[in-house]
């Protein structure tokens, strides 16, 4: 069974530059997060998707984050203009829905230069 | 806000040995934790989860602790590998809804 596919797995731009990141789940999976992961911390949940509703956005920066889910499958997840700060692994995982256990993706480690 | 500690400093020990890795938390109470496994460049994979009713759960060489009264939890792994070497990860749902926290992780060393 394939797992969590992310890419690019790498990226590096130019700070005020526009970056998207790519997520396909695990089959089956209803559950989608987005995870940043800062270097020397944990992963902190950005989004959550259930099928292609987004049920807790409340940690996603708004201004100048955007992600999708448009047909419960895949997603998308968007920065423009990118800064600085936003150098940081971004983490994709699924889970069934209501399951305990997530699934990570291997991430995209993104450096805004 | 909730807070979940894990020690920052790496744990470094010899192969062989049991490896003892310490999760606290505060200001709530999950109804379950998990630990993660992460090595470097990769996502975290998951272990164990632990429920607040079970005081222990074991798999293979690894073993978890749950104490709500103490807030905490224990990570064992038993007779370990340098193989074991990662960074380990645990995360607490909350919301009763599989929203998670997750803490920094600690660096486990073993040495051959």
């Known amino acids: 069974e394939a797992g969590v596919v992310q890419s690019p797995r790498y990226k590096i731009i130019e700070k005020k530059q526009p970056v998207a990141f790519w997520c396909n789940p695990i089959?089956?999976?209803?559950?989608l997060y987005w995870y940043r992961q800062n270097l020397g911390q944990g992963p902190e949940l950005l989004i959550r998707?259930?099928?292609?509703?987004?049920?807790?956005d409340s940690q996603l920066p708004k201004d100048r984050f955007s992600a999708e889910r448009l047909k419960g499958v895949d997603s998308t997840l968007k920065i423009q203009p990118a800064e600085l700060g936003d150098s940081a692994v971004y983490l994709c995982?699924?889970?069934?829905?209501?399951?305990?256990?997530?699934?990570f993706g291997p991430g995209t480690r993104l450096l805004v230069l | 806000s909730q807070k979940i500690e894990q020690n920052s400093e790496a744990l470094n020990i010899q192969e062989g040995k049991t490896a003892t890795l310490t999760c606290n938390y505060t200001n709530y109470s999950p109804a379950y934790l998990q630990w993660y496994r992460q090595d470097p460049g990769r996502g975290p994979v998951f272990l164990l989860l632990?429920?607040?009713?079970?005081k222990e759960k074991r798999k293979e060489r690894l073993k978890v602790t749950f104490d709500t009264t103490l807030k905490q939890s224990l990570f064992h792994i038993t007779a370990s590998q340098p193989a074991d070497s990662a960074t380990y990860l645990c995360?607490?749902?909350?919301?009763?809804?599989?929203?998670?926290?997750f803490g920094s992780g600690t660096k486990l060393n073993v040495k051959p």
């Open positions: 632990i429920r607040e009713n079970e």
């Open positions: 995982a699924s889970s069934l829905f209501g399951g305990e256990t997530q699934y």
């Open positions: 998707y259930e099928n292609e509703e987004a049920v807790d």
């Open positions: 995360a607490l749902e909350r919301d009763n809804f599989n929203k998670f926290y």
């Open positions: 089959s089956g999976h209803n559950t």
